[in-house]
């Protein structure tokens, strides 16, 4: 990067962390630290909500998943809205008028403690895998900027955020989440301009959007039923639904976002707004990927984009005969450009059968490219059996740091951090907040001052932070960081919404019979999921259902009979 690049990456991150530090001010008790004093405003609410969800992953990693699969992630998202109006009818007043810290002190008002202990421990599980995952993202991105070792990008980060996480609590974490989204907005917006920009003469929005569209990569909507797919419009309105619902209603690291609203209606109006404005956001965001692709069948992109691993093999004795390969992919690249610029010619004759001529031989074509591309990826295979061949994290970060101007690529890089941070932040925050209330002030130490209690939020904050950090030196191996992490989260969370679901509805059921039904739930998903019966985001429905019907089933077995009256 230049040297405009560092001053406005430097400039914006030190600007966002010492703003929320001194908008927060000083936390003096827990409801300060970990509710902002419960005083927040609608928007703030639903930006804090957004930039929660959407961390470095979402726009690091969502623009190469359309670049290589299209645009059919989005339907994970169709069940957001119809998630929302559920929540704000039943999660957010029933939490608001108890005044609860976390979700999970409900469960023990509810049920029972061993109950609310299982379904804190689940969720630190899950976030803190989660969020060391989300930590990893920029650090690819610094490491490969500075060329040097991911662990020091990572442990810079985590610093960073974990300082003015513990410093600011959630208030702080708020106020940054409210600049963060405003700047995030703006990047990617220029960002999207850029790349039309960008195109060839003659290749404007329109060609651009239809010619990757030929290649399949504008597939927004299946219709097709089949458990198998991933992302169809079933698995995503309900597969979606229950990941959405389960996301937003067990998590505390979303939960603690909204019980921060001054009132049930703040929250729910910020709750409304995240669900109407996700979505398209996550269009714009897929469909940079795409303008991306078609940007790339004009101008030659890398045969393989994660260049760390390029220079494995390069170095090794396969290199010989990856250069070559390399050749051989200019070629391809040649013959791809050459077709797709007959197929924009086509396109402007509108003539169906001189489309549909040029856009076999495009098919073909790309075909050829992406065979030798396959090629190369095995000799890395062959090279490090450990080699990850998933080069989407890469994709958009290469156009940024090649093809954009100066002052920009530190905005866009900027927008990446602040994302990582937003949702970092939130995590920890939530984290901290999860271990003090369920754990350390309900068994540890039940009866000890506010003062140990705020000190006990900001020691469990820096531990889940340090936590947190171990695990992002341990998350390079995992393949496309935005599809990992909602897998991941679809291990736990059918369990946990399930829980809930008989708390909130089924009345008559006990502590024992859903603490029960939770042990064999989360065992019967985490089986199907590492033997992959189902697509993963399956796993929250079934999770959710296996909880409602065994906690039925075992609490009709331990019920007690009325006595006899014969």
Request: glycine share 8%; aromatic share 12%; proline share 2%.
């Amino acid at each position: 990067m230049s040297l405009t690049d560092w001053i406005v990456l430097t400039v914006t991150l030190l600007g966002i962390v010492l703003y929320g530090v001194w908008k927060s001010g000083r936390s003096h008790n827990v409801d300060q630290y970990l509710m902002g004093g419960r005083t927040l405003r609608w928007y703030h609410v639903g930006l804090s909500v957004m930039a929660t969800q959407a961390s470095a992953i979402t726009f690091l990693s969502a623009p190469g998943q359309a670049y290589s699969d299209g645009m059919r992630f989005v339907q994970f998202y169709f069940g957001l809205p119809l998630a929302m109006i559920v929540l704000c009818i039943t999660f957010v007043p029933i939490f608001h008028r108890l005044k609860v810290f976390t979700a999970y002190e409900y469960l023990e008002q509810r049920f029972d403690l061993k109950t609310r202990v299982i379904t804190s421990i689940l969720f630190l599980v899950q976030r803190g895998l989660s969020t060391g995952i989300t930590i990893y993202a920029p650090s690819i991105i610094l490491s490969t900027i500075l060329d040097i070792n991911v662990v020091y990008t990572t442990l810079f980060i985590g610093g960073l955020v974990i300082f003015y996480t513990v410093y600011g609590g959630t208030k702080a974490v708020s106020y940054t989440q409210l600049l963060q989204m405003s700047i995030i907005f703006l990047g990617m917006f220029f960002a999207g301009v850029l790349v039309v920009h960008l195109l060839p003469n003659g290749v404007g929005f329109t060609h651009a959007v239809k010619l990757a569209g030929k290649l399949g990569r504008m597939n927004v909507i299946d219709w097709k039923f089949d458990p198998n797919n991933r992302y169809n419009i079933w698995s995503g309105l309900i597969g979606g639904f229950f990941l959405q619902l389960a996301y937003f209603g067990t998590d505390q690291s979303q939960v603690g976002r909204y019980l921060t609203g001054s009132s049930v209606g703040q929250s729910r109006l910020g709750l409304i707004m995240n669900g109407l404005v996700k979505i398209p956001m996550q269009f714009l965001i897929l469909l940079i990927g795409v303008l991306v692709f078609a940007f790339y069948m004009f101008n030659k992109p890398p045969m393989f984009f994660n260049q760390y691993e390029v220079n494995q093999v390069k170095h090794s004795a396969y290199g010989p005969q990856y250069n070559k390969l390399e050749g051989q992919y200019a070629l391809a690249f040649n013959e791809r450009k050459q077709k797709a610029e007959d197929l924009d010619a086509a396109l402007n004759t509108k003539n169906e059968l001189q489309i549909a001529k040029a856009k076999s031989a495009l098919k073909i074509a790309d075909t050829s490219a992406q065979y030798i591309r396959k090629q190369g990826i095995a000799l890395m295979k062959r090279n490090n059996g450990d080699a990850n061949g998933d080069d989407t994290n890469y994709v958009f970060l290469t156009f940024v740091t090649h093809y954009l101007p100066r002052g920009l690529i530190g905005l866009l890089i900027a927008i990446i951090f602040l994302a990582s941070m937003g949702s970092t932040a939130s995590a920890l925050s939530s984290l901290g907040s999860t271990s003090a209330v369920d754990i350390y002030k309900r068994i540890i130490n039940p009866t000890a001052s506010e003062k140990n209690y705020l000190n006990a939020s900001r020691l469990a904050t820096v531990f889940w932070g340090l936590v947190c950090v171990g695990m992002a030196l341990y998350a390079s191996k995992v393949g496309n960081l935005l599809e990992y992490v909602n897998q991941l989260g679809s291990y736990i969370y059918g369990t946990m919404l399930g829980i809930f679901v008989v708390a909130f509805y089924l009345k008559k059921i006990r502590g024992t019979a859903v603490f029960i039904a939770a042990i064999i739930s989360e065992t019967i998903i985490v089986a199907c999921g590492l033997f992959q019966v189902v697509a993963y985001l399956w796993l929250n429905l079934i999770g959710c259902a296996l909880v409602i019907l065994i906690a039925v089933a075992i609490n009709l077995l331990i019920e007690p009979r009325p006595a006899s009256t014969a």
